[in-house]
């Protein structure tokens, strides 16, 4: 906290400036985990996208990693109160894995291994707003903080950036996933504190 008051100091500094409601910024990078860290093997690994009855798109690593890749810059703001900014990150753009799924569902429900789900409305997923990430601050993803990839949807609240993430579900209706249920929001954007249900 600045000591200064506003009055003072005129204007917000230009990080304050950047910060939502409630946020304090951090230069850490904390992990947060609602269960243990799963170890998912390259060989393993695999990205679908489903509409509930059908899979409509599957990668390997390997074809995942032929997809063109984006270095993303983007501030991050958990919901518990700390944001981070300007963190980089490399990634593929879930405009790239949707280009051709021709779907009239409005909505999806994120899955992980070790089964956390996030839903998101797919207008909040298209348009160079989502990325699956595999690489941050120029090195491969470290387990703890979702690698070997994860969901980055940095406009809402990092709850949304589902970690260690397998693929999408498209469902014609919101649904609430993991935290959701517990009484976080529904959507939660930050610039309007949307921490909890009841808001
Ligand atoms: N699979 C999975 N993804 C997750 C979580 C989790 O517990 N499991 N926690 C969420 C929360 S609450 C936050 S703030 C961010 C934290 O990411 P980090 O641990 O890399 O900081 O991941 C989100 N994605
Ligand atoms: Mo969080």
Redesign the pocket.
């Known amino acids: 906290m600045a000591i200064i008051s506003r009055g003072f100091a005129g204007r917000r500094s230009a990080a304050e400036a950047k910060l939502p409601p409630g946020q304090y910024l951090t230069s850490d ?7 243990p860290t799963p170890h998912i093997s390259l060989d393993r690994w695999e990205f679908t996208i489903d509409d509930g009855s059908n899979v409509l798109k599957r990668w390997d690593w390997k074809s995942f990693r032929e997809l063109p890749t984006e270095t993303i810059t983007v501030d991050i703001h ?3 109160r700390w944001s981070k900014l300007g963190t980089s990150w490399e990634g593929v753009s879930l405009d790239v894995l949707l280009a051709d799924v021709k779907t009239d569902l409005s909505y999806a429900m994120f899955r ?1 291994y ?1 089964d ?1 789900t996030t839903n998101l409305p797919m207008k909040d997923v298209i348009n160079k707003q989502a990325w699956i990430a595999f690489k941050f601050d120029g090195a491969d993803l470290a387990p ?3 690698g070997p990839a994860r969901l980055l949807v940095p406009h809402l609240y ?2 949304k ?4 993430v397998k693929g999408l579900t498209l469902m014609p209706q919101d649904k609430p996933g993991f ?1 959701e249920n517990l009484g976080y929001h529904i959507y939660g954007d930050p610039w309007l504190e949307q921490r909890y249900s009841d808001q």
Do not use: I, M
């Not at 990078?29 to 269960?35: I, Y």
């Not at 950036?161 to 260690?164: G, R």
């Open positions: 990078f904390p992990v947060l985990s609602a269960g958990c919901v518990t992980s070790g956390y703890e903080h979702g990092f709850w950036s589902a970690k260690w935290w």
